[in-house]
């Protein structure tokens, strides 16, 4: 008798352990499920173009919906604000009330078919300094902060649980992207902890034919390692195409094959095709954006390139981006800046800009 309650307690024990080793595999089984990205149309195949937008920074969430709807997008471009003091620290960190509200959104979205690129979006000074201009004193230690207090929160808070379809692991750092060993070793940390795709946005640049420095620069970024690690290239597209207050879309096409900005006559089109040739990516136009004023097509990264309003232009911009880019290797666009339509969002598009990109794909 004593051996047949023991033989029995020995089965009961056996099975209570077998099955709690079960929930505990489930449990592992459901956060990996978690950790791979619902992709809808943005997948490794690129079957489909992506049409996304750019949400500003302080973009409220009706709104952000609104948009997505109006303009029929498929993809959203989800800003994580990253405070750094100013444009020579060294250290950088996550907003957690722009983490919370990026999840929030995420969350109201889910069952929409609405793909999701999260970006950490630098917040320099408050917002009063550009990323383009952005140099720290201490590189090593930017790379570190980058990688520890800025992607590692990003990808454990909200990439993962919430199943981005994309990160972007960096936007328009013009001085930091010479140290290709560090973004390579920065790709790679987000490779090893997220199963989503990856991307990197390089700044738009110009060449001249009067400028040999501008040619060697371009070389350059031709030759940088990191497209080699990501899925797709992006691009901050704010190439300057021409010195008129206003434009015809046949000019602004001839443009983007010879630009008249400052008699540039750079080949826009084809240097984005050599980007494309050199690292056999996808190229995706992570920023696309012009004002709503007059020489929108002058200077496209200032908002306030002139005081005078002029929507047509900016539609005229964005249709003649629509007919120049149509190459098998185009992968799409996402328009700055949506999400919030104040009076003083001068990227935000006009009612002529969305008929534009309503068309588009």
């Not at 990197?200 to 640049?205: A, D």
Request: aromatic share 14%; with cysteine.
């Amino acid at each position: 008798m004593p051996e047949k309650k023991a033989k029995k307690w020995y089965l009961i024990i056996s099975a209570i352990v077998i099955l709690a080793a079960l929930v505990l595999a489930y449990g592992y089984y459901q956060r990996y499920r978690n950790s791979i990205p619902e992709n809808k149309t943005l997948n490794r195949e690129f079957k489909t173009k992506i049409k996304s937008g750019n949400l500003s920074v302080d973009y409220e969430i009706g709104q952000a919906i609104e948009d997505i709807d109006t303009l029929r997008l498929n993809t959203l471009n989800v800003p994580v604000e990253v405070d750094i003091s100013d444009l020579k620290d060294s250290t950088a960190s996550v907003n957690e009330a722009s983490i919370k509200k990026a999840k929030v959104l995420m969350e109201k979205l889910k069952g929409k078919g609405i793909n999701i690129i999260i970006e950490p979006y630098p917040w320099i000074s408050g917002g009063e300094a550009y990323e383009t201009a952005f140099n720290p004193e201490d590189v090593n230690s930017f790379f570190k902060s980058w990688r520890e207090d800025v992607l590692k929160v990003i990808l454990k808070q909200v990439a993962v649980p919430e199943r981005a379809d994309a990160v972007c692991i960096a936007s328009n750092f013009v001085n930091l992207e010479k140290y290709e060993a560090q973004w390579c070793e920065t790709a790679d940390y987000v490779r090893e902890n997220y199963s989503g795709l990856v991307t990197y946005k390089t700044n738009w640049w110009y060449t001249a034919g009067w400028n040999a420095e501008t040619k060697e620069s371009f070389h350059q970024k031709l030759q940088n390692k990191v497209f080699s690690k990501v899925d797709f290239i992006s691009i901050a597209d704010y190439f300057e195409l021409s010195d008129k207050p206003e434009n015809s879309v046949e000019d602004l096409k001839a443009d983007l094959y010879s630009s008249t900005a400052e008699n540039r006559k750079q080949n826009i089109i084809d240097e984005i095709s050599q980007l494309h040739d050199q690292w056999k990516k996808p190229i995706f136009f992570g920023e696309l954006g012009f004002p709503r004023r007059d020489y929108a097509a002058m200077h496209p990264w200032d908002p306030s390139p002139s005081q005078v309003e002029n929507g047509s232009e900016q539609a005229r911009c964005f249709e003649a981006y629509r007919q120049a880019f149509t190459q098998d290797w185009f992968l799409g666009f996402s328009v700055f800046s949506i999400g919030n339509r104040a009076a003083d969002k001068n990227y935000y598009p006009s009612s002529e800009s969305v008929e534009v990109i309503k068309g588009w794909f």
